[in-house]
């Protein structure tokens, strides 16, 4: 009886089991119903979107495909405009061509026949030119027979008496051209000289072989003298420079020739008094501090020079040369400034002459290098400063001038006589150097020496400061005619043997004097 309500209790229990099962899966199946409802809802959205998608880029590729169709055909349009043009200018050029050929043709033949009638014509002449020599061979011998002379001989004579009417006149029409040729040359040289030199500011002359070093008191020169003098001797040594100590109040003279050395004691003196430490080692210390700062400056207003005269690419060691400029004169002129003014000068006058002025800035900075040579040399100054513009690859213009700037090599370039005309003005002009009154004199000699090799001179007179040149002759020995060729001969002589700044005027005077006595 248990056993049978056990197997109806679990046969219940599947019972109950397989209906909640089914159940179950038939609400699931209602479940997956809607779901599947809902998802094809969905796809049917999304396939719509996709559809509209793809028929906007469809859209946009089309829009974008007649563009780039529109496009081409718009350039093969233009293409074929552009060839129809060309093909319609090559049949005209054609054309042209055509004709132009014809034209030729026609000259071609107008040319034959002028070329036949000139020909006819050189034989005409031909013929006539024989005759007509014929004739004259007859006339010259009629003549010869008249005359007892033959042609040669006639022609000797009439050679004879022409000779020294002609030379009279040759010598007038000579002079006649050269004083034309002075007055437009003068005027045009003085016209280009003024005006350069109105462009240019010039100092005067200040250098000179010493340098005074100021203190503050006198105690001071017994710290720089030294105990027994040993700092002095201290600073000589290292320096190359006589200090001279004497009783001119707060003032110390330094005395050298060099005046880079003068420089460097100055500078020296003026750090060892400011520091008050004064003794051998010291002084060593400081002098060779300021030898490279001396140096250094030396480079700076090298390069400072060629900024400010707008000159590029010079050597280095050009450039240094050029500040040691700074530290050198010449008869009482600066050389630095001297070269500055020179290159302006040459600068403004190849401009005016139509020449580079670059080049001629560079050639006038450049043309004094050879007097501040670091070894000794036998070379001039001119020869030597042109071989150093050589060794640093300097231009053949430039170095050229350079070295005929004194007339000692050739010139070979237009700018050549520019730097030689604008060192001369740099250094004649009116306080620009000072003049040793020896080689004053001397060249007043010489001038005077020059006339008087001449025969015929009884006396010279040099006078407006070597400026004009008087020349008495005698008349008896001289003509008028003479002394023109005379002047001529003297001013010559002059150019080619003497140095000498800016022109001089040869005057020749000749005067006839009769004298007589009443008893």
């Known amino acids: ?118 020909t006819y014509q050189i034989e005409l002449v031909d013929k006539k030119n024989l005759e007509l020599d014929k004739l004259h061979k007859e006339q010259v011998d009629k003549l010869e027979s008249v005359a007892g002379l033959s042609a040669h001989e006639a022609k000797e004579q009439m050679i004879e008496s022409l000779k020294e009417e002609t030379k009279t006149e040759a010598m007038s ?117 300021t030898k490279k700062l001396v140096e250094e400056e030396i480079v700076e207003v090298g390069k400072r020079t060629c900024i400010d005269l707008g000159i590029h690419g010079l050597h280095p060691e050009l450039i240094r040369m050029v500040g040691r400029m700074k530290y050198r004169s010449s008869y009482g002129q600066n050389l630095l400034q001297h070269s500055r003014e020179t290159a302006n000068l040459c600068a403004i006058m190849a401009a005016e002459l139509g020449l580079n002025p670059k080049t001629a800035k560079r050639a006038g900075l450049l043309h004094d290098i050879g007097k501040v040579p670091e070894e000794e040399t036998d070379l001039s100054h001119a020869i030597y400063g042109m071989k150093l513009a050589e060794r640093y690859k300097e231009k053949p213009d430039v170095c050229n001038g350079i070295g005929a700037h004194h007339d000692e090599v050739e010139m070979t370039s237009m700018i050549s006589p520019i730097v030689q005309v604008c060192d001369a003005i740099s250094g004649a002009r009116p306080g620009a150097r000072r003049e040793i009154a020896e080689s004053y004199i001397k060249r007043l000699k010489d001038l005077e020496q020059v006339a008087l090799s001449y025969p015929g001179v009884l006396k010279t007179y040099a006078i407006q400061a070597g400026r004009e040149l008087r020349v008495i002759v005698g008349s008896e020995n001289v003509s008028d005619k003479e002394t023109e060729t005379l002047s001529y001969n003297i001013a010559k002589k002059i150019q080619d043997e003497m140095t000498y700044p800016g022109q001089i005027k040869i005057t020749v005077i000749r005067e006839t004097r009769a004298i007589n006595y009443a008893k």
């Open 1 to 118: 009886m248990d056993i049978i309500v056990i197997i109806i209790g679990i046969s219940a229990f599947i019972a109950g089991a397989l209906i909640a099962f089914f159940l179950k899966i038939k609400g699931l199946q209602s479940k997956a119903k809607k779901i599947l409802h809902e998802a094809e809802a969905e796809s049917q959205v999304i396939r719509k979107e996709k559809i509209l998608q793809a028929k906007e880029k469809f859209l946009t590729l089309k829009t974008e495909h007649e563009k780039y169709i529109s496009e081409k055909n718009a350039k093969i349009a233009a293409l074929e405009n552009r060839l129809n043009q060309r093909e319609t200018s090559l049949n005209q050029r054609r054309e042209e061509i055509q004709k132009q050929q014809k034209e030729l043709e026609i000259k071609k033949k107008e040319v034959d026949t002028v070329k036949q009638n000139l």
């Open 173 to 289: 029409f000579i002079n006649d051209i050269m004083e034309e040729a002075k007055m437009t040359a003068t005027k045009e040289a003085k016209r280009i000289i003024i005006q350069t030199i109105q462009r240019v500011g010039t100092e005067t002359a200040v250098e000179n072989a010493v340098t005074v070093f100021h203190i503050e008191s006198d105690e001071i020169k017994g710290r720089i003298i030294g105990r027994e003098g040993r700092n002095i001797r201290a600073i000589e040594a290292a320096t190359g420079v006589e200090i001279i100590v004497d009783d001119t109040p707060e003032a110390i003279v330094l005395s050298a020739f060099d005046p880079v050395r003068r420089e460097i004691a100055r500078l020296s003196l003026h750090q060892l008094v400011t520091d008050g430490r004064i003794h051998p080692a010291r002084i060593e210390e400081v002098v060779n501090k």
